[in-house]
């Protein structure tokens, strides 16, 4: 059974750095099997957004208001998803949550697109 799992949330005072982590546990090893993870994020009133998504591929894709900030990684294996954070803004404020999906297209605009979900954690940057 496919399970994520993130931690590393906080809060930081704005131009600070976090390093988010996703556990994933219990998805298809297979080469054949194309997957996206990603990281999205959600404001108190607001959509749930992406953030930066990649896949088995090595494509890689971020929403334009983090680009140059943020940089997603996944180890080898994709048993562990990271998302680094930099110069990071008080608007960086949300939930944070892993997803993933099996398949090749990977958007970073559509998170009802992604099956899997971790449970959240909280980014609070304070100017």
């Known amino acids: 059974q496919e399970q994520l799992v993130e931690s590393g949330g906080g809060s930081v005072q704005a131009g600070g750095s976090l390093r988010l982590s996703c556990a994933a546990s219990g998805f298809s090893s297979s080469i054949s099997k194309n997957k996206c993870m990603g990281w999205f994020r959600q404001a108190p009133g607001q959509e749930r957004e992406g953030v930066a998504i990649l896949n088995t591929n090595g494509y890689r894709n971020y929403a334009d208001s983090v680009k140059g900030r943020f940089t997603i990684s996944q180890d080898n294996a994709w048993k562990t998803l990271t998302l680094q954070m930099n110069t990071l803004k008080p608007e960086d404020t949300a939930v944070y949550y892993c997803?993933?999906?099996?398949?090749?297209?990977?958007?970073?605009?559509?998170?009802?697109?992604?099956?899997?979900w971790g449970q959240g954690t909280q980014v609070t940057v304070s100017s």
């Open positions: 997803a993933a999906k099996y398949g090749a297209y990977c958007p970073v605009g559509s998170p009802d697109d992604y099956s899997y």
